[in-house]
């Protein structure tokens, strides 16, 4: 009837040439078999069509995608490069993440994996920084990092907001970040709270003698947020956040382009695409593409902590962002639902490039913020001398308070 020509996308006998794009789809049908299912995603996501064609010139054909291993319901297809825009990921994910998600005779599919090819990837600038710059720019190559989102996450007026930072700052913290949703809202808006906090962190550098960061949340339309990104810079901020998903990777590569600053990557949104085992896009393609992107941290989960995820996938993510590739590798973070008394487990898990992200663990200290960021560090100090957490918090009380409070619990 004109229809069926799906199954000439698939080849079982193919070997993909080297510089071919793999994709790793998991596919469930629906009412047709796992060959036709397949040969639509390859279809739909190459140079195919519902219906055969009257013409189709060779040259084209050589750009169809191919189905080259089916195993069970996992599916693996090759792409030409060709079909894919130098250094645009918008374009790429149009292309093998778009109108497949979207037919009709396929009940659930998840794009599990992309194999980039050393060509493809030479076009992304990737992270400024990576993990060595980082510390570089800390001055810090001996434990992780930590960082603090002052809670509640929004309300504050950017003067309380500065306070709350000061007192993370003073008493140990590395980053202070904005949460996810806190922008430019009429209560504290973006430029005053910078203003307000870069007083702050001057103060706190000037006390500690350490190097302070603000994670300034940049997030917004696209000339918006790097009016932000600029003004940042000017204050000689080295790094803004940004939500990468609901920001989209275009807006993060424009960062990176145009800003020659670190770019934290928060992954707000991510579950509305990963946490179906059946149907979506997987973490490890979002940080793929986060690091061709050009994002120096990202967000993994914890293992231990509020967030979905188990402590194998999770240090399944943090290995993916620390790997040797095309570009640097990247400072996995783990935040939600953290404290001091789960510090052992963090690092256990990570290992020291790890950024640690205590938000409630931090601020709802019994003794308040300051107190709550030396406990932080206290627990880190504790593990880097070998000593378990009750051991050193006879000599240090803002620990043991911590551990009073929490002590060794895993928030759900």
């Not at 931090?362 to 880190?380: E, S």
Request: proline share 5%; with cysteine; glycine share 10%.
């Amino acid at each position: 009837m004109g229809f069926e020509w799906y199954t000439e996308f698939v080849d079982t006998g193919y070997k993909p040439k080297e510089g071919e794009l793999i994709c790793v789809f998991k596919v469930e049908p629906d009412g047709i078999s796992i060959e036709e299912a397949a040969g639509r995603i390859a279809s739909e996501s190459s140079v195919g069509t519902w219906t055969t064609l009257a013409k189709l010139p060779d040259r084209i054909r050589g750009l169809m995608a191919k189905v080259f291993e089916i195993e069970g319901d996992t599916v693996r297809i090759a792409y030409p490069l060709e079909l894919f825009e130098e250094g645009s990921i918008p374009q790429l994910l149009s292309s093998v993440a778009g109108n497949v998600f979207g037919m009709r005779a396929i009940k659930n599919l998840r794009l599990e994996d992309i194999i980039f090819p050393a060509e493809y990837c030479k076009y992304f600038p990737g992270p400024m920084l990576g993990i060595d710059g980082v510390r570089e720019l800390f001055s810090i190559d001996d434990r992780p990092l930590t960082a603090t989102v002052p809670k509640p996450k929004v309300g504050f007026d950017a003067e309380e907001y500065a306070e709350v930072a000061y007192q993370a700052w003073s008493g140990g913290i590395d980053f202070i970040k904005d949460d996810e949703n806190l922008t430019s809202l009429s209560f504290v808006r973006f430029e005053n709270r910078l203003n307000k906090v870069m007083e702050a962190r001057e103060k706190a550098e000037n006390e500690t003698g350490e190097k302070k960061v603000y994670l300034a949340n940049v997030t917004a339309t696209g000339n918006e947020m790097l009016r932000r990104a600029k003004l940042v810079a000017d204050y000689g901020n080295e790094y803004v956040m940004v939500d990468v998903l609901t920001a989209g990777f275009s807006a993060v590569q424009m960062l990176r382009e145009e800003c020659n600053l670190g770019i934290h990557a928060h992954r707000a949104m991510h579950a509305a695409l990963t946490r179906n085992p059946k149907h979506g896009i997987s973490m490890e393609v979002l940080i793929k593409i986060s690091r061709l992107a050009g994002v120096d941290n990202f967000h993994v989960g914890t293992g231990v902590g509020k967030m979905e995820g188990s402590r194998e996938e999770v240090k399944k993510y943090a290995d993916l962002c620390r790997q040797r590739w095309y570009v640097k590798p990247v400072f996995p973070v783990s935040s939600g639902g953290l404290h001091p008394g789960l510090v052992p487990d963090i690092i256990n898990l990570f290992g020291n490039d790890v950024i640690i992200q205590a938000g409630g663990g931090v601020h709802g200290h019994p003794d308040g913020t300051h107190a709550g960021a030396r406990a932080l560090r206290q627990a880190i100090d504790a593990v880097r001398e070998e000593l378990t957490l009750d051991e050193y918090a006879r000599t240090h009380p803002e620990l043991a308070k911590a551990i009073e409070k929490w002590g060794y619990s895993r928030p759900r």
